[in-house]
Every structure is written in structure tokens, then in C-alpha cells.
């Protein structure tokens, strides 16, 4: 039996800073609780939410402790009371809201899902935070249908490269922003209809020239600031924009008037701080409508690059560059 007296390596910001903050620790190794298992941790991802929380700008939610982390992938080493969904042995990759830059980490058996077949510990621990965001929010409360058009910002980050696949895959039109013609490129190559390099081009322009003037049914905007008024003149009558972060500031001076004229959505939502049963609704969704699709090879989570747990510094100064495509993965 695992027991609290047992360490292992986990990295955590030592103060609020740059990338040079983060240190490996010796913590104590956890001990899953009823309704949980414990995972041996091969791999876990790298997201935008940990850099905020290195800065100081994002605080775990209570009870989640100071290890960075948010999605892992590995093997179940131990189970709580009440948690007979994964057995020991069992190959997962599960939605944490932290713990996941460490050698083990705790999940709700709820919120892991077996590792697709055919999947690298390394690609399946690239799925959990961006698949479950783009499900919740292009396809729960964005209610993308097939033959509508979605406009994605942020093309190439973990999220866009998962949103473009999905949406595609589900039989939307996908009009992605980057910020260069070759990322706007790299969209299309991985089946974006339209990439567009949002510093030279006017996305509005642009989508609405690419919908015969029709606009987006669906915008998933991380942006904020100036883009929410530009969103809504890019958006299609009752076009839905959903909120996921505000890079550009999360105050805006808007015109009230499309949002009437179109008849307009403006909707948001975090995942993090949201309860294991609500994660859990979104977990079986991707279970039975979008793991198909993976095993299938039509979704295959897009990789950028590899760190070892030592060097997750090196893996949040890539993330901050700007220049990768796709997810960033540190393995233990």
C-alpha cells in the first residue's frame, strides 16, 4: 500500500518569476482518496494556465497543493476506496486541476480515461486540457453543428491545433488566426479551410469574405480586449463567441448594437476550478464521440516538443516564445 512517508520528484514555482523559478522538489507521494487512483506518472502536458500560475497570476483552486501540472498520462499504481472504474496496471491519461509535473499524481477516476489505442504515453498526455476544453466549449456551449463555420484564434496553440481537427472532423468550415504565414499555413495543413496571419490580414475581412459574407457561427476567442468588438463583426446572425481566456486583456469597450442586430451569444467558461461529476459529463462525451476518432488516426494530438521533467524551465520559455505548434510535453 502507498503510504505518505514515500517521496517523489515535483516541480513547483519557488516564487512568482520567469521560467527560472521553477525547481524540482522532493514532496511526499499521494495517497489517492475514495473516488480516486493514483497515477505513475510517464508524461505529463504543459499549458498556458501553469505559466499564468509560475507568474502569480493564477492560483491553484483549493485543495489542488503548488505542483504545476494539469493533465498527465501513465499507468494506475493504486486505487482509493470506491474507485473501480480503472484496475491497477491500467493505462490512463486524466484532467487534474494540479499535481501533474511530478513522478505520481492523484485524479478522480471520473476524470481519466484509458490512453487510445495506438497513442504514445507522450500524445496521450497532449489530450486531456485541450480536448476537454474544446469539447465544452466549441461543441457544449459553442453547439457547433455540421456545415457551420468556426473562427479560432490562437491556430496553432494546443487548443487551436486540437479545435481544428475536431471541428473538421465533426464537418464545420475552420477558419484559424496565427501569427505568421507559415503558422497560417500550418493550420490549413492540418485542415483549417482558411489560415489567416492575423498581423498582416484582417481576420474580419477575411472570414467574412471566406462565409459569401455570411460570418462565423462559432468564434473560440483566448484573446479578449479589442478582438470581442472584431469578433462580433466577424460573427454570423446568432453566432456564438465563447470566451476561454483574455491575452489581450479581460476588459473591453464594446458597441452593444450586433449583439441586438445579430441576435448574438457571448459565453465563456473555465475548466479548472469545475467539480469532478461536471468534468466527468465531459469525459464520457469524449470517451464515446471523439476517442473513436483518435484511434481512428483523425485526430492524432499535434506535438511540438519534449522535455524531460528536469528541464520543465526550458518547456515554459518554449511555451512563452511563441513559436511552437501544437502541445509541449515534459516526461519523468
Known sequence: MISQTETMRAVVATRPGGPEVLAIEMRPRPVPGEGEILIKIEAAGVNRPDVLQRMGHYPPPPGAGDILGLEAAGTVAARGRVAPRHAEGARVTALIPGGGYADYCVAHETNALPIPTGLTAVEA????????????????????????????????????????????????????????????????????????????????????????????????????????????AAAAVDGRIVQIAFMQGQTATIDLRPIMQKRLIHTGSTLRPRPPAEKAVIANALLTKVWPLIEAGRCTPVIDSVFPLADAAKAHARMESGAHIGKIVLTT
Open 125 to 232: 498526455a497532449a489530450i486531456p486540457e485541450t480536448y476537454f476544453t474544446v469539447w465544452t466549449n466549441v461543441f457544449d456551449r459553442g453547439a457547433l453543428k455540421p456545415g457551420e463555420a468556426l473562427l479560432l484564434h490562437g491556430g496553432t496553440s494546443g487548443i487551436g491545433t486540437t479545435g481544428i481537427m475536431l471541428a473538421k472532423a465533426f464537418g464545420a468550415t475552420v477558419i484559424a488566426t496565427a501569427g505568421s504565414d507559415e503558422k497560417a499555413r500550418q493550420c490549413e495543413r492540418l485542415g483549417a479551410d482558411l489560415g489567416i496571419n492575423y498581423r498582416t490580414d484582417d481576420f474580419v475581412a477575411r472570414t467574412l469574405a471566406a462565409t459569401n459574407g455570411r460570418g462565423a457561427d462559432v468564434i473560440l476567442d483566448m484573446v479578449g480586449g479589442e478582438y470581442v468588438g472584431r469578433n462580433y
